[in-house]
C-alpha cells in the first residue's frame, strides 16, 4: 500500500486538489497540486455532475502532473450543509480473563457507536474516537494493551445526507476515481490553518467561500461545531450588481478592485466609471455608495457566524477568531468588523503546511494532515499507482471507521 495520501476540496467555485504523504517527522510532504474553476455547484450543493466531475478531472491532472502519479483514488470533503457531528459515548465491558483491552473491543465499541438511531435520508459516513476511557480514567488515544473492567469511548458520529452523498460520490466516480473517506469540512479545515494550541486555548474558524460560510468551532483540541450558512463572498457580488444596476461580471471587477469592507476606512470618497447593466454606457459610483453595499453583507454573513457560536457553544476563545476564503478575508475592514462583533481577536488564515502558500489549496492539504493523523488501523491511504503502472484498483478501500470495524467484527464472528 502507498503511503501518499490524496484530499479533493469541492467548493462553490473552484476544485483542488493535493498529493503528499505524511514524512518522518510528521509534518505534509506535498508532491503536486492543482485547482479548476468549478460551474456545478451552487450555495454549496451540487448541481449539475457533469460540471463537477470535469472539474475534478482537471485539477486531479494538474496535480498528478506535478507529483508523477496516477491517481485511483481519493479523499473528498463534504460541507456542513450536509453533515450533523452527533457527539456519542458508549461503553463495553472487558470478558477477557486477564481483563486485557483487545482491538476487537475497541471495534466492537466503534460498531455500537454506529447503531445509533439517525434521521431518516441520512447515513452514517463516520464514527471519529475523541477519546477513549478506561475505568473511569479519559483522555486515552489507544487502550489495546491496556488493562480494565470497562472500556467506553467518546465518539463523533458524522451522520450526512443520503442525496448529497450520493451525489460527491457519483461526480468522484464520473471523473474515474474511488472514494477512500468523506471528509467533513469541520475536520479537515483547520489543519492547513490553525495551530494545536489554537485549537486548544478555543478558536472560531470562520472558512468564507463562493456560495457558502464554514464555521467551525474547536475547544480543547477538539471539534466542537461544525455549521455551515448558504451565504458567500458571491452574495457580495449578486448585491452589488442589483443595487448599482450593473452586470454580475462588472461588479466581481469593482469588488476585487477596491478589496475593501468598512466605510470607515474610506479615505478618498471619488467617482470610479462602471459599464451600466445595459453595457451600452458608462456612468459613474462613489466609492461609498460601494462600500455600504459590501459592509451591509460581510456584517450580515458575520453577524449570522456569531449568533451561530453563541447559541451553540458560547464560552471563551482564547485563541479568537481566524478568518479564511478568499471571498471576504482578503478585504480591508473584514477583521475590524469580526472583531466588532464577537470581541475576540481576529486574525487572517495563513497555511501552516509547506508548499501550500495560498487559502484555495487549503482544505484539500488539511484532508491529507487529518488523515495522517488518524491510528493506522482506523483509516486507510489513498491508491496510487506510478504513472508507469497506471493499473486500477479492483476493490475500493473501505473508507470509514465504522465500516472497518463493522467487516472486521463480521470476520471475528462469522
Known sequence: MSDNIVGI????????????????????????KGTDLCTGVKKGIIVDIEAVSSSIRKSVKMAETQAEIKVVTAYVNISGLH??????????????????ITRNDVQKLLYSAGTMEIPEGSEIIDVVPRQY???????????????GATLEGDFDVVIGKIISVQNIVRSMEKAGLKVDGIIPEGFSAGECILAPDEKEMGVILIDVGGGSTEISV????????????????????????????????????????LQLA?????????????????????????VSDIIEVIEARVYEIFSICCDLVQKNC?????????????????MDGSVQIANELFNLPVRIASPKIRNISGLQHCTAAGIINYIGKQDREASTTSSVSKKADPRPVKKAKQHSVFKKALNALKEFFY
Do not use: W
Open 9 to 32: 476540496d469541492i467548493g462553490t467555485s473552484k476544485v483542488s486538489t493535493v498529493i503528499g504523504r505524511i514524512n518522518s517527522v510528521g509534518e505534509v510532504e506535498v508532491l503536486g
Open 83 to 100: 453533515v450533523d457531528i452527533i457527539n456519542h459515548k458508549n461503553f463495553v465491558n472487558i470478558i477477557s480473563d486477564g481483563k486485557e
Open 133 to 147: 476511557i478506561v475505568d473511569g480514567y479519559d483522555g486515552i488515544t489507544d487502550p489495546v494493551g491496556m488493562k
Open 218 to 257: 474547536f475547544k480543547n483540541e477538539m471539534l466542537v461545531m461544525n455549521k455551515c450558512i448558504p451565504v458567500g463572498g458571491d452574495h457580495i457580488t449578486n448585491d452589488l450588481s442589483i443595487a448599482l444596476k450593473i452586470t454580475y461580471s462588472e461588479a466581481e471587477k469593482v469588488k476585487r478592485q
Open 262 to 286: 468598512s466605510t470607515a476606512l474610506i479615505k478618498h470618497d471619488q467617482d470610479i466609471t462602471v459599464n451600466d447593466i445595459s453595457e451600452s454606457f458608462k456612468k459613474n459610483i462613489k
Open 314 to 330: 458560547p464560552g471563551n476563545y482564547g485563541a479568537g477568531v481566524v478568518l479564511s476564503g478568499n471571498g471576504i478575508s482578503t
